[in-house]
């Protein structure tokens, strides 16, 4: 049986998405296994990332710096925006390394259930972006869950007065699912297969 401070680190680890108590048990082993080659990096990039992290003012997206290093790019198509539910998605758009423009983190979906209203969400900076912004085509690559596409439906609402072309992302991501969990080639053929609303 390990001591309490062990045990404390052992709950914290377990709490992050997707491991148990067993699995944490392992991860937590392993470091204090590999204490100079991994523990001690590990805390030291973690407490150097936790001091410098920000949340870009533009996209919404984490990096040390603000602007992000996706929208301060020059390389990145400006017209061409992504508009996604979260920065883990953001990250899944990029693992593709196929979509060159730049994007839009909401911060969530509409959702009655959990309360979470238009006020909630990144929209208002969404449409601010589009009046200062030469926006010629937004892909919404929102969770196909009935939450997603109520916010869908909502943003293109909110979005027909502007001249922009308005698409989603089609065939590849099956109903319930979320980007965060999907592989990169099934994002690539969803992103090929977007369709105009």
Same mark, same amino acid.
């Given at each position: ?7 404390k680190?052992v709950? $914290? ?5 997707a491991? !148990?108590?067993?699995s @944490?048990?392992r991860i ?8 100079e080659?991994?523990? $001690?990096?590990?805390i030291e990039?973690?407490?150097?990332? @936790? ?10 997206n984490?990096?040390?710096e ?14 061409l925006?992504c508009?996604?539910?979260?920065v883990a998605?953001?990250? @899944?758009?990029e693992?593709?390394?196929m979509?060159k ?9 509409l ?5 979470v209203?238009p006020?909630d969400l990144?929209i ?6 589009l009046?200062r ?6 892909i919404?690559? $929102?969770?196909a869950t009935?939450?997603g596409?109520i916010t869908?439906?909502?943003l293109i ?8 072309k308005?698409s ?5 991501i099956?109903? !319930?699912?979320?980007?965060?969990y999907m592989d990169?080639g ?7 297969s977007?369709k105009?609303l």
């Amino acid at each position: 049986m390990a001591g309490k401070d062990i045990e404390k680190l052992v709950k $914290l680890v377990a709490k992050l998405p997707a491991l !148990g108590t067993r699995s @944490a048990r392992r991860i937590v082993l392993q470091l204090l296994k590999k204490r100079e080659s991994l523990f $001690l990096p590990l805390i030291e990039t973690m407490t150097e990332v @936790a001091e410098k992290v920000k949340t870009c003012e533009i996209c919404g997206n984490y990096d040390t710096e603000s602007p992000c290093s996706v929208c301060s790019s020059e390389t990145r198509d400006g017209t061409l925006l992504c508009v996604v539910q979260d920065v883990a998605d953001l990250w @899944a758009m990029e693992r593709v390394s196929m979509f060159k423009g730049k994007y839009h983190v909401l911060g969530g979906v509409l959702s009655a259930l959990d309360g979470v209203a238009p006020e909630d969400l990144n929209i208002e900076n969404l449409l601010k972006r589009l009046h200062r912004e030469e926006i010629k085509e937004i892909i919404l690559a $929102l969770p196909a869950t009935i939450d997603g596409q109520i916010t869908t439906n909502y943003l293109i609402q909110r979005l027909k007065d502007f001249d922009v072309k308005i698409s989603t992302l089609a065939q590849g991501i099956p109903m !319930g699912a979320e980007l965060d969990y999907m592989d990169e080639g099934t994002i690539q053929l969803a992103l090929n297969s977007r369709k105009t609303l």
